[in-house]
């Protein structure tokens, strides 16, 4: 079960497809296995980017099913609905799957600080014992939560174990939530969003790790771990190597396009296929890509990193 | 099957609950009844007002059936979903079980021309043969689509059979449709919602009824029927009588719950209940709606009406 | 100076242009006579609806002196700006040259209940002892105040007089506003805007009268009177034989042409202008406000309230 | 006066503040000066970076008198108003002071095709024969301009003879536009924002420049001038150079913070102040802003930048 003290990088799985759109699940299992391998310390699925939206409710279970049953790390589903019902029935059904935890994104149409405090005290009703995990996404989700907020939530729901952060700018934020609890509010894990844009500082302000879905997790599995073993040099010489890529793959909406390609470039999904509506890359994109990724290796490889 | 020919009040039906917040099985089919002897030409169900987005896909289609299984009208069912699998998934479920359409809002995150029009060119691949209504209600969706938009939707989408006018202000959008139909466009049919706050200047600029779920669904019947006779001042004299009650439920959020309360009051569901996140309505509240319908009762009865 | 104890009708004030775009200062002193003959009690100048955003500075000013020097009745200069130091020097400029007060809306961007409060602060301190309208109309700034949040505004700053209420559905707001003073809150004055459309609901909840802008001012002024003297019901008939038209002109951006159309009907105006970017009238617009106006003039000889 | 073969870098220019608010004007000398100095082929004043919004009209004019006065290269001024008048006032003040031409954002409430063409055809014919660039920020604008109204913009307006390109992701859209000047359409100049982030793709795509506000500008010069004399590689390695920092400065809200910093700590500017409201900067931030500006150095040298 998922619990404060979870720390590391959670990868943010895409869901990869055929060509015809079906669920490819073969590419779902060497996925797994691959995250894990660079890695990850535990995987989030049916997140945005994991193009939960487009999935019927049988294929998000059956989704959940498939990865828990590969994974060796503990695994958070995404279960943000328009409606509690749906909400509740897609965390019943993983949690009894064996997942670790979900993963919950305010509604888009909350706005006042105690409209989002009523909406998550009732989330943490309705999943019960379920460990959830708050997801804070202002540029997607529109809702603006302060620290206060957070932390209120901390106190009212002890089943609240994790902020996915991936507000922006939120260094502050962070800072503020950790002086938080040297102050005596309980210490939930935070895991950093925002493709990895600004994973080094969010360390040094004191988060847990990453939760984001670069398409190369091993540099973010590097840079916390060479953080956490007290070598920040290596861990920004590591972050600057791939920072072109990380820019590049932060495209709202075309990005996750630019992840699919690398992933199937890298072997790892078989297809780069998105569901409707998605971008499609054109070829000047792919070579954009490919000569960031030539230059990527040639400063890995100065760094001796593989 | 709904066609461009459509006429009349399709009544935006809610969803019933118990309290417990299982679906009114019971209320449903009172419920049904009700809006057809009111005179309802259509129902309308899983809108935004029937709370759908708060059901699990399996309430869903379950609903579809039981109202399908009870109606004598034609039944239209929103499918509106954050992707396509799941419009796909209640769309042929819904159709399978007789429904004779389907309705889909745009996706909320859509803003050019282009956008909107290639979404609904998905959607209306996606739905294949089922004839299907474009929801236009940018308060709530937050997007604008444009007349010459809505034609060429009408041009392309041979499926689309009508619109649920809903901008708001809307008058002129009715008048320019009609003046392109005049004009060789395809004529579709036009049923206007904003809980019939505009309904008679709607009739007289064009639309052929309503679709909305006023608590007073004969208001709608009686001033459509009565535009349509040629007696424009009788369809204003039913109107003005019940505008200051279609004035208080058109609150935003609010509306929902005093229209379930005044159903509850008149017999047709057992409870006002609405799953959260919904208002809850005050004394103060239902104070006001009582005034309203005393005051109400007596000028209908001036008039003759009932 | 506004304070407190404000009540009645504070007509929001159009700003009249002559039809080559430049302000049409004859018709600017016929209105502020005519507002006040129809009941006013206080004048809004530079509002939405006054097309503020549409002047220069330099003819921003100018309309504060010209409706200062002629009105008889308080003057409240809408005085909302991107920045602080264009919202000072209006204020400073309007309470110089005798304005009662000024209003301001949220700046759009303003999200977090601590944003807002501290945008409250800044604007107190820059306006000094200048008292002010917090203008809450959350439909068109997209800020949603809570109560707590003007209740913490009410508190902090003193010079906060008054709560120009527009949010939709708000009748709560209201109650709650004054059960707070009730219990200790400082009570300000609340006046109710919406086009009047909720008028009668928001005097019973304990609203101080009306700042809104409907064409006929003294239907607002009539129903304030008669709620104020004990007789609802003839405030109720009063407001009815009104609504078809308030409903009419609430149409968003539509309005304001309906508006200064009337106006100008009414030989209060001498053009129905608007200054670009604003909606233009179509002829079967026009004859829609001539029938409502027609009914409306039957419905009051009916009454004997001319 | 501003044209179609516009290139180069035009820096969007900060206002310097004193510590009590007021403009320092000696820092504005320096300032221009300064961008100059490290490559400038024009300057921006007014935009949202310069704390348009928070200057009085007076102040806006007095800035641009001392600017142009400076400047040995042309000066751009952002004229975005709330509406058309107040545009015009200070278009008209900025030509006539010297200025090559003006930039217009589109008003927030535009949404469909049609809206946003009429808006910039009022623009310019509002602007006369001044020259415009168009400004085309999504992220803050909230509207969102595709490639073919643009090119309809282009077509029917002469005057426009520039694109602020700011939309994020973007690159297809340069693309695209260069296609179409390529199969005929007028070619404009394409400077391009978001602090640079793109820069290098930019220039691939066919953009003739930068426009943005980085606090280091001549790393946009000297990127843009190795890319433009066929050294793709040193481009590169440049901007590589600068990205740790182009990122951290390119927090939206903070980053004009962080800009003001930085160039205050070079010299270029005597203090950091923003005017209400804007972020203020914890030590934390300016420690970590130190260290990439040393690791960022460190880099330079090793590429002879410097």
Redesign the interface.
């Given at each position: 079960m998922l619990d404060e003290t979870a720390e590391g990088v959670f990868a943010i799985a895409v869901t990869p497809f055929l060509p015809n759109g079906a669920i490819d699940w073969e590419s779902v299992d060497r996925m797994v296995e691959f995250y894990i391998a660079m890695g990850a310390t535990g995987l989030t699925i049916l997140g945005m980017m994991g193009?939960a939206?487009?999935?019927?409710?049988?294929?998000s279970v059956a989704l959940v099913k498939r990865v828990v049953a590969r994974s060796t790390v503990p695994v958070v589903v995404g279960v943000s609905?328009?409606?509690?019902?749906?909400m509740k029935?897609l965390a019943t059904a993983s949690m009894d799957l064996g997942a670790a935890g979900v993963m919950v994104a305010p509604?888009?149409n909350l706005?006042?600080?105690?409209?989002i405090i009523?909406?998550y005290h009732?989330t943490a009703e309705v999943l019960g014992a379920a460990p959830f995990v708050l997801q804070d996404f202002p540029l997607v989700t529109n809702v603006?939560?302060?620290t206060?907020?957070i932390l209120k939530i901390v106190t009212d729901c002890p089943t609240c174990v994790m902020l996915k952060h991936e507000d922006?700018?939120g260094?502050?934020k962070i800072?503020a939530l950790r002086a938080a609890s040297d102050n005596g509010a309980r210490r939930i894990s935070i895991l950093c969003g925002n493709g990895g844009?600004?994973l080094l500082?969010e360390m040094?302000?004191g988060a847990d790790g990453a939760m984001t879905g670069f398409a190369y997790p091993e540099m973010m599995a590097q840079v916390v771990s060479a953080y956490q073993s007290g070598d920040e040099t290596r861990a920004?010489d590591i972050?600057?190597a791939y920072?072109?890529m990380v820019?590049?793959e932060a495209?709202?909406?075309?990005g996750l396009a630019i992840r699919k390609h690398t992933l199937a470039q890298r072997g790892v999904i078989a297809h780069d296929t998105l569901?409707?509506?998605g971008a499609v890359l054109?070829e000047?994109?792919k070579r954009?890509v490919q000569l960031l990724a030539a230059?990527q290796d040639e400063r890995l490889q100065a760094l001796e990193v593989r």
């Open positions: 193009e939206g487009k999935l019927t409710a049988e294929e609905a328009p409606g509690f019902a749906a029935a509604s888009s706005r006042t600080d105690a409209q009523t909406y009732s603006v939560i302060s206060d907020v922006w700018p260094l502050e800072s844009l600004y500082e040094l302000r920004r972050f600057d920072l072109p820019r590049y495209q709202p909406g075309l569901r409707k509506p054109r000047t994109t954009e230059r």
